[in-house]
Structures are given as structure tokens and as C-alpha cells.
């Protein structure tokens, strides 16, 4: 690996980073950050399985400990110096990071992590002229960038195989928005299973979670299928799921229809709020419904949410009453 640094700047979104001998790896998402660093470990042992990797904190670096972690050795031996928490460096920190960006051993690749703000910022437009491969883990926060992320989870897992649109859609509702769960959710059902990854798949693996708890309670519960939904209930109760994001769904649900009522049953995905395969279903499941059972049904969800935090002995009794009351309004 050579010790000199080109002068342009590579820059990687989030991406398999390769043997870089510097890498910058920017930005608050952890659990991409840390990705980053496992990447150029991984490159850096496939070349070299006896490669050291060496774990530093910015704000911990005094008397020269960079220094000697990447100045040449006797031996030559590789090593990966990883060099944690930029945004917390302090002066001398930072002026020991800088020192090292221009000595650093041919067989030393140097890891710097920061993940945002003002502090450090010396170091990282400092790393960047100096050439490194930058990884920009940048917070994943709107539902269409984690819908990605699921996708391309399941292909990177599976070896290129596909998920479908509405089991992405699904995965994601299941799961939930943590990253770290939800690459996991998608690498262990693309070893589950073989070819393309459907909806079905992702309902038969995944129908457990709480999440899919309640909102197969809310579905039935607005579809006016009192026996379902009571028995969806009990049975998420019985599994651990906590009544207070039970009525979170209830409530989310009956959102939602009122949105497809007063649209006459023409809104779309995006007006209602809800993924593209859904909207049919949010459409059928407004027929029946009136303004005045709406309202009803909101006063009924209302009470039980002011109960399941704190207002009542018995919480899930007074999810299991809402349910039942909101049911058998559907048609009134």
C-alpha cells in the first residue's frame, strides 16, 4: 500500500470502502458508521490475516500514542488504526491527528470517525485534502430512504435477489425504523428463503412482532371483524406487546380512514399517508363508516389511550373496550 495520498478525494455513500489507507467516516448513523469501520478491517485482513486493528479514542489521544500506533515498525507489520469520537476532540487531540495525517506507514491504514458537528472539523477537511475515501453515514430518517435501505439490505444479503415493493413496505412496518434491526430482519429472511422476497414471506416470518400485532388489530378492529380483532388483541397481550402502542395503532388507523372518508374513497397513497399496496385496502375499509361513527370511535380510542397511561388498574381491559366499541360502529 503506498504511503503517498492522491490529491482527489473519493468520495463513498455509505458503501463497501475497500483498502483505503485513509478513510473519513462522517455522520450521526452508528449503525452505518460502524459498517464503515467493520469494511476496511475486513479489506485490510483479506490481505493480510495477521493485520493488528488498533481501537483509539479522539478525546483520549495525548503524548504522541498516534504517533507510535502508525510510524513504521521493525517487522512491517499491517495494522488498522481506528480513531473514534472526532467531534469530541480537544485541541491537543486534534493537533495530534493532524501531525499523523502525513507520516503515516505504508503497511498502517488509518480509520477517522466523526460523527458530526463543529468539533474536529479541523481533522476532517484536513483528511479530505489529503485524499481520503470518505463514507457519509448521514441520518436515515424519511420513510423512503429506509425503504431503500431495506431493499438494498435484502439484495446485499441475498446475493443479489430482489424484495418485492409491498414486502419492503411490510419488512419496514414489522420492524420498525432501527437500522441495525432492520438489516438483520432482511439478512435472516434472506437466508430463510429462496428467490425473490414476497409479501407472504415477510407476513409468515414477521406476523409475530408486536408492531404487526397491532396493526392486525386496528385492520380488523376498522374492517368492523369484532371477533378478529378481539382475538388479535388477547393474543398480542398475551405475546408482550404494551397496550400503550396498541392504541397508538388504533389511533393511527382511524387517522387514516378519516382521511379516505372524507376523500369519498379517491385519496391517494400519499394523502392517506399509508404505502401504495395499502390504499385498496384503506379504500374497502372506509365503506361503511359515517362521520358520527368516526367521531365516536375517536372519543372511545381517546379514552382508553388516557387509561393505558396511567388513568386505569387494568390497561388492557381498556384497550380490549375500545376495540369492541370501535368495531361495532362500523355500519352505524
Given amino acids: ?22 478513510t473519513l467516516v462522517t455522520g450521526p448513523e ?52 481506528v480513531v473514534r469520537g472526532l467531534e469530541e476532540a480537544g485541541e491537543s487531540a486534534v493537533t495530534e491527528v493532524l501531525d499523523g495525517l502525513g507520516s503515516l ?12 458537528g463543529a468539533r474536529g472539523r479541523k481533522v476532517v477537511d484536513a483528511a479530505k485534502k489529503a485524499g481520503a475515501a470518505v463514507v457519509a453515514c448521514d441520518e436515515v430518517k424519511k420513510r423512503a430512504d429506509k425503504l431503500r435501505f431495506v431493499a438494498g439490505e435484502f439484495q446485499r444479503a441475498s446475493g443479489g435477489r430482489r424484495l418485492a415493493a409491498d414486502a419492503t413496505e411490510a419488512l419496514l412496518d414489522a420492524v420498525g425504523g432501527d437500522l441495525r434491526s432492520l438489516a438483520a430482519a432482511a439478512s435472516q429472511l434472506a437466508s430463510d428463503i429462496e428467490g425473490p422476497g414476497t409479501l407472504a414471506a415477510v407476513r409468515r ?37 404494551d397496550p400503550v402502542p396498541l392504541t397508538a395503532a388504533l389511533a393511527m388507523a382511524l387517522r387514516t380512514l378519516a382521511k379516505a372518508v372524507d376523500a369519498g374513497g379517491r385519496a391517494s397513497a400519499v394523502e392517506l399517508g399509508v404505502p401504495p399496496w395499502k390504499v385498496d385496502a384503506v379504500r374497502r375499509q372506509a365503506r361503511g363508516w359515517t362521520p358520527d361513527a368516526l367521531a365516536a370511535a375517536f372519543g372511545a380510542v381517546a379514552a382508553a389511550d388516557v387509561e393505558v397511561k396511567g388513568g386505569s388498574a387494568d390497561p388492557a381491559y381498556a384497550v380490549e373496550r375500545a376495540v369492541l366499541t370501535v368495531a361495532q360502529l362500523r355500519g352505524r
Fill in 105 to 116: 506507514a505504508d503497511d498502517v491504514a488509518l480509520v477517522l470517525v466523526h460523527a458530526g
Fill in 205 to 241: 416470518y414477521y406476523e409475530g412482532r408486536a408492531e404487526v400485532s397491532s396493526f392486525t388489530v386496528a385492520d380488523a378492529m376498522v374492517e368492523g371483524r369484532t371477533g378478529d380483532a378481539l382475538l388479535a388483541l388477547r393474543w398480542a397481550l398475551q405475546t408482550g406487546t
Fill in 1 to 22: 500500500m503506498s504511503g503517498r495520498m492522491s490529491g482527489r478525494m473519493s468520495r463513498v455513500r455509505c458503501l463497501p470502502v475497500g483498502p483505503a489507507q485513509l
Fill in 30 to 81: 452508528e449503525f452505518l458508521a460502524e459498517r464503515a469501520v467493520a469494511e476496511v478491517r475486513t479489506a485490510a485482513r483479506k490481505r493480510d490475516p495477521d493485520t493488528q486493528v488498533i481501537e483509539m479514542r479522539a478525546p483520549d489521544l495525548t503524548g504522541g500514542v498516534l504517533a507510535a500506533a502508525t510510524s513504521p515498525t521493525l517487522f512491517g507489520d499491517s495494522r488498522v488504526v
